[in-house]
Structures are given as structure tokens and as C-alpha cells.
């Protein structure tokens, strides 16, 4: 009988051990699932903003000389972000109404616009939008850098 309780005894714990070193991972998955759920749902609402640019294959070649049968009206950009109209410096507020005053001159042209890399996104973008507001609907960008020349 002594022998027998003494067997028990180890049969017991040997189970109790074996108890011990399971590990319950049902709350962890739980807290994974979870997580992943939120991360989808959160990750579905985020929009990024583009702004959709016409940008020539060849950007590293000079626009074409102005003549009579060319309508387009070109604007430069340095780095410095000063604008240029027919080679003279203009101010950013008064490049609405030259591009409406070249336009009426010479309409169904586009604007081309030729920013130095380093200038600022800001400045292409008021420039788009002063001509869209001169009903000049067809504005394209020409990137260039002065170490290329």
C-alpha cells in the first residue's frame, strides 16, 4: 500500500508539472487580431494628395524660341523662386494678368513652365493655378538644373 501511494504521489506530480509549463496564447491572439483589425481599418482612410504634373520626356533640353506660330507662353522659375516673363523678373501676383494679356494676343497656347530643381512647389503651383484662373487650362512644367549646362 505504501508503495502504491508513493506511485500515485509521482504519477501526480509529474501531470501537476506538466500543467505548469502550457501556456495559455488564446488572449494573446485575441490582442493580435485586435490589433490587426485596427491597423486595417485605420490604414483604409488615409488618402495620400498627388498633384498631377505634364513634364516633357526630354526635360533636359531648351524650350523652343518664341515666334509668331508658337502660342505658347513661357514662365521661368529660378531657385531663388523669382518668376520670369520674357526674360524680365515679375511678381507672383501680377503673373495672372500677363498670362491673360498674352493669351488674348495669342490665344488657344498653353503655359510652360521652367523651374529650376531647388525652387519651391509652392511657387509652381501658384503659378498653375494664376493661369487656370486666366482660363489657360494647359500648363506644363520643365525642370531644369544649371550644373547640367
Same mark, same amino acid.
Given at each position: 500500500?505504501?508503495?502504491? /501511494? %508513493?506511485? &500515485?504521489?509521482? =504519477?501526480?506530480?509529474?501531470?501537476?508539472?506538466?500543467?505548469?509549463?502550457?501556456? $495559455?496564447?488564446? @488572449?494573446?491572439?485575441?490582442?493580435?487580431?485586435?490589433?490587426?483589425?485596427?491597423?486595417? /481599418? %485605420?490604414? &483604409?482612410?488615409? =488618402?495620400?494628395?498627388?498633384?498631377?504634373?505634364?513634364?516633357?520626356?526630354?526635360? $533636359?533640353?531648351? @524650350?523652343?524660341?518664341?515666334?509668331?506660330?508658337?502660342?505658347?507662353?513661357?514662365?521661368? /522659375?529660378?531657385?531663388?523662386?523669382?518668376?520670369?516673363?520674357?526674360?524680365?523678373?515679375?511678381?507672383?501676383?501680377?503673373?495672372?494678368?500677363?498670362?491673360?494679356?498674352?493669351?488674348?494676343?495669342?490665344?488657344?497656347?498653353?503655359?510652360? /513652365?521652367?523651374?529650376?530643381?531647388?525652387?519651391?512647389?509652392?511657387?509652381?503651383?501658384?503659378?498653375?493655378?494664376?493661369?487656370?484662373?486666366?482660363?489657360?487650362?494647359?500648363?506644363?512644367?520643365?525642370?531644369?538644373?544649371?550644373?547640367?549646362?
Amino acid at each position: 500500500m505504501i508503495g502504491d /501511494v %508513493t506511485v &500515485s504521489r509521482r =504519477k501526480r506530480k509529474h501531470q501537476d508539472d506538466g500543467d505548469k509549463a502550457e501556456i $495559455d496564447l488564446t @488572449p494573446m491572439l485575441d490582442v493580435v487580431f485586435i490589433m490587426l483589425i485596427f491597423f486595417i /481599418v %485605420t490604414a &483604409s482612410f488615409v =488618402k495620400e494628395r498627388t498633384l498631377n504634373v505634364n513634364v516633357p520626356e526630354n526635360a $533636359d533640353a531648351p @524650350p523652343p524660341p518664341p515666334t509668331n506660330e508658337n502660342k505658347t507662353i513661357l514662365v521661368m /522659375v529660378d531657385a531663388q523662386n523669382e518668376v520670369f516673363i520674357d526674360g524680365r523678373r515679375v511678381d507672383i501676383r501680377s503673373v495672372r494678368s500677363l498670362i491673360a494679356q498674352k493669351n488674348a494676343a495669342n490665344p488657344g497656347g498653353g503655359v510652360v /513652365v521652367r523651374a529650376h530643381e531647388e525652387s519651391s512647389t509652392e511657387t509652381y503651383v501658384k503659378i498653375a493655378d494664376a493661369s487656370r484662373d486666366a482660363n489657360v487650362m494647359d500648363v506644363s512644367l520643365v525642370p531644369f538644373n544649371d550644373k547640367a549646362r
